[in-house]
């Protein structure tokens, strides 16, 4: 058994959460590849080490003086070394990052620097190997990642340290230059590794004892999903909801290693497990509930559109020449809605419409704008008669007026659209009619 453990920023905020990771990796000898993230907040107040990072790029750009924010992260490495009673110097290391800011570094050096020193820190707290990530991650000179030459290099030195820390959010180009994921990219490096590797499973360990059937900010202590499909969660983070990086899925799903994402401050919880495919049955007909508010829709109607052939391609067109993204197209025989997100669509929307104008002449054609979309997502609906019949009246006993209804051919989510102000309430009497009611 060969697993890969991701620990995030909260996970390593300080000594006493290091404490915590380090007795969670010593209780399992297959914790052997670990994955650290930078040290995230100690309180709400707090700033992470990779915004003070952000903070000295945006000071070096603009000539301003950087080196007592240096001095604050300094502090708190020098905390967490204390704190762990670690003999370990970064002296060398501050050294380095100094010369290397005068020399004018690239952002991606700096950000990264967080996730390097923290890296440094766990290989000596845990006796394991460092294992820079800058030669095992390769990045193309477009800045993409180059997978196959990564799990290439990957493969090849972890051979020849069987136990390993790899710090997360970095590679380099083949040049030697430094480049990041985007944020909260440490998710992706542990998947990078558990597919290199070939784990068995990848742990992700963060401050929640893993993925909710409901966003908890609007349901109160909704329940831990125990086992997600890859594909459930793709239509859940779609809408919203997330407790990972979305790339950091493909690696793994493509060769069938799960994910457990697991709780640093409470690990004896299972968490949630993301697997490919899964014999066990969800507790409850739906999985997940995710939503998102601010879309708009564009309806448009015109006498027999049911017989002009093309039409939906014109009106597409529209979109596609103004680079607006279509969400959802629900039609009717002489009327057809493009749902768009109001962020991407404001500023375009004069160009589309008369574009619409110019290439459909519709008889008429109106915006309704501030409404949200909903997803009701779960593999266990296929199975079951009356679902949508629930959902809908649940809704109608919350006085909540259905916009729009989409069901995926795949019969895994239905998407229902309401107005902003309903958002919360409807996912509200979502969760009681299938989890309160265990249904
Ligand atoms: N430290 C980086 C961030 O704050 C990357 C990560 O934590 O995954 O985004």
Not at 346 to 370: G, M
């Amino acid at each position: 058994m060969k697993k890969v453990v991701k620990f995030g920023g909260s996970s390593l905020a300080s000594a006493e959460q290091f404490q915590k990771v380090g007795d969670i990796i010593r209780a399992d000898e297959s914790r052997v590849f670990v994955v650290p993230s930078a040290p995230g907040k100690r309180n709400s107040q707090d700033t992470k080490v990779t915004d003070l990072l952000y903070k000295i790029y945006g000071m070096m750009e603009s000539n301003r003086p950087y080196l007592k924010v240096l001095e604050q992260i300094k502090i708190r490495y020098a905390e967490i070394i204390r704190g762990l009673g670690l003999k370990v110097s970064l002296v060398k290391e501050f050294e380095e990052i100094r010369k290397q800011l005068e020399k004018g570094a690239g952002e991606d050096y700096v950000i990264s620097r967080g996730e390097y020193l923290n890296g440094k820190i766990m290989s000596a707290y845990l006796g394991y190997d460092f294992v820079d990530a800058a030669n095992v991650i390769r990045f193309n000179d477009d800045g993409t990642l180059d997978a196959e030459e990564t799990y290439r290099l990957m493969k090849a030195q972890l051979e020849a340290h069987p136990k390993a820390v790899i710090p997360g959010f970095y590679g380099s180009r083949k040049n030697g230059t430094v480049v990041t994921f985007s944020r909260g990219g440490s998710d992706i490096t542990g998947s990078l590794v558990a597919r290199a590797v070939k784990a068995d499973i990848y742990e992700n360990w963060t401050d929640v004892s893993g993925f909710m059937v409901a966003d908890p900010r609007i349901v109160k202590d909704p329940e831990v999903i125990h086992t997600i499909t890859y594909e459930e969660l793709r239509e859940l983070a779609y809408m919203g909801a997330s407790v990972m990086h979305e790339d950091a899925i493909f690696p793994v799903s493509q060769v069938g290693i799960p994910i457990n994402i697991r709780n640093t401050n409470d690990p004896e919880a299972e968490g949630t497990m993301i697997v490919e495919r899964t014999s066990r049955v969800s507790k409850y007909t739906i999985t997940g509930i995710a939503g998102m508010r601010g879309f708009v829709a564009l309806n448009i109607a015109k006498d027999k559109m049911n017989t002009a052939v093309g039409f939906c391609r014109k009106a597409l067109t529209a979109f596609e020449e103004n680079g607006v993204s279509v969400e959802h197209m629900p039609s009717g025989i002489d009327t057809m809605s493009v749902i768009v997100h109001q962020k991407d669509f404001s500023e375009k929307e004069q160009q589309v419409i008369s574009r619409i104008e110019e290439l459909c002449e519709p008889d008429h054609l109106d915006i309704e704008s501030d409404f949200a979309l909903i997803a009701v997502v779960g593999r266990g609906m296929k199975s079951t008669r009356g679902t949508a019949g629930r959902l809908f009246s649940a809704l109608a006993h919350a006085h909540i007026n259905i916009k729009m209804i989409d069901q995926g051919s795949s019969e895994l989510n239905i998407i229902i659209a309401v107005s902003n102000d309903d958002f919360e309430n409807a996912i509200r009497a979502i969760y009681d009619i299938f989890v309160m009611a265990q249904i």
